[in-house]
């Protein structure tokens, strides 16, 4: 597995110090969006569906510093949109690497190899590059030609100027099991980081609501897809905790965790989390305290959550699974590679 051993052991510090504290919800991972604005229309993701006066609107950097700091997460995400687009990103970046978060940059690479200069390589840093599948298959996904062969001459000058790269790929129905093997062994040739997946979402803007997975395809189709990885025929570098691909696989029987990756955007702190829009909180606290947790997740038998299987509500779920003994030994063997 591609999780440092200094990020995961700040991970688990920080979950055992908010045990301690007696907190029940915590954040693990800030998704912090500085913007909707992109550069593609893709058609799984719903962001540039915002209004124009939204679209046009940016988080200033001391708004991404207050609300990282308000929310205590140890981990960042900034996804967007196209956060190379914000004027300020590369001053975001620096400022939260200052305080110490690991911080996932997200991006379709189209501007990654032009703005590599803005920024400095650092064990806190990782650009993570949104990557569907292998040429053809990635191109449609985003809706654009050559986009694919782009994103990898940007993920070779990243790697080659020393930045940490991962790859983040969502998985949607109709997906070739093979095709997906394929993909996989040819990112291992980049010298990545690390590969991130996750099953496609519903995220109820996108304009494309057919090829989102239901909870019993998803596991049919990861077991499928995952086959040589799991039975040792393929040492694929995965960006995950590997109780979060177990459950993808249907071997774990995980709850979301909608805590445990807030999202912040130019709208506020949404409720109750990156995926369902029902609105949105001034403060972190009180998305926190006034939200009703017990109204999402599988169990909670919400129709909106029962296909759900996303790394944002269950990586946070596998990652307070590996802090028990009996996951322990797992856990930590990804890390050191064992």
Known sequence: MAVSLKQALAVGAYIVQQKLQGKQRFPLVLMLEPLFRCNLA???CGKIQHPTEILTQNLSPEACFAAVEECGAPVVSIPGGEPLLHPQIDEIVRGLVERRKFVY?????????KSLDKFQP???LTFSVHLDGLRELH???VDREGVFDKAISAIKAAKAKGFRVTTNTTVFAGADPQEMQAFFDFLQTLGLDGMMISPGYSYEWAPDQEHFLKREQTRQLFRQILQPWKSGQKA????HNPLFLDFLLGEKDYDCTPWGSPSYSVLGWQKPCYLLNEGYYKTYRELLEQTQWENYGHRSGNPKCADCMVHCGYEPTAALDALHP???GRALGSVFGS
Do not use: V
């Not at 940059?105 to 190899?113: G, K, P, R, V, Y």
């Not at 694929?236 to 960006?239: A, D, H, K, L």
């Open 42 to 44: 893709c058609s799984g």
């Open 105 to 113: 940059l997200c991006t379709n690479a189209l501007l990654l190899e």
């Open 122 to 124: 650092s064990e806190y």
């Open 139 to 141: 191109d449609h996904c």
């Open 236 to 239: 694929w570098n995965f960006n």
């Open 326 to 328: 009996a996951n322990m």
